[in-house]
């Protein structure tokens, strides 16, 4: 007997913008120090299950690509805003993202970890993308946006996507965006998987981390290559001299 589908597959444009906004109405701390990072990971390590984002400051010029600038992870009572433009790139947050314990949910997951392995190379484990899961339920919809509109019936505003990520200081509206976007991601999984699937599969947790490792993989045999010196065979029955590379 087939599992009758209990999400629609796609939703337009005009459909999500009826529906009513959600956002975030719990506690947001903005991290900008190392102990301040410290404290966070310390109390995100306690979590089993946590939302997922990051933000980069938009850039407008044709083949220019800004560095991540802004690291958003959540629980359901409280959201850390990690400032990466502000402060180093902490252990203890690569910990984090490498923890496979941990359970990080997020969409287009991948995109995101190819973006922070710019800034600092992590074995990326424990993620989740919705992306890659919701056709489990019959969803054919990929952003963020549609998602929330197809599994919650709530409209996630996308007004601050383009905002300068990088700013001095963050508006309101910034924060409960960014808040909102690794938050929301915790609420699409729970109603995700208290919904029985109409194409069951196991759920996989995505390795982020591949795609980067084997560019790195890559770069570093051409490297080896290039440094491999010339070395001289000894001579064996008299015959002459000959150089080979290794």
Request: glycine share 4%; with cysteine; charged share 30%.
């Amino acid at each position: 007997m087939s599992i009758e589908q209990k999400f629609a597959p796609t939703i337009t444009n005009e459909q999500t913008a009826t529906l009513p906004a959600i956002r975030f109405e719990g506690e947001v701390q903005i991290v900008d120090t190392e102990q301040g990072l410290i404290e966070a990971c310390n109390y995100l390590s306690q979590h089993s299950v946590i939302g997922f984002d990051t933000e980069t400051r938009p850039s407008f010029k044709a083949g220019i690509t800004n560095r991540v600038a802004l690291i958003q992870l959540s629980t359901p009572e409280r959201c850390y805003l990690f400032r990466l433009c502000r402060m180093k790139f902490g252990r203890e947050l690569q910990r984090l993202l490498e923890n496979p314990d941990i359970k990080k949910v997020g969409a287009d997951v991948a995109g995101d970890i190819r973006s922070l392995n710019q800034l600092r190379h992590i074995r990326a484990a424990g993620f989740i993308d919705l992306q890659t899961i919701a056709p489990q339920w019959g969803i054919e919809e990929k952003s963020l946006r549609k998602l929330s509109a197809i599994v919650l019936g709530k409209r996630v505003s996308k007004a601050q996507r383009l905002s300068n990520w990088e700013a001095a200081q963050f508006t309101e509206q910034q924060i409960s965006y960014a808040a909102t976007d690794a938050w929301v991601c915790l609420e699409i999984l729970a109603k995700l998987e208290a919904t029985p699937k109409c194409n069951p599969a196991p759920t996989q947790e995505i390795k982020a981390q591949a795609e980067p490792q084997k560019i790195e993989q890559k770069a570093e045999q051409k490297a080896k290559s290039r440094r491999r010196p010339f070395r001289r065979r000894k001579p064996h029955n008299s015959k002459p001299t000959t150089e080979t590379k290794e």
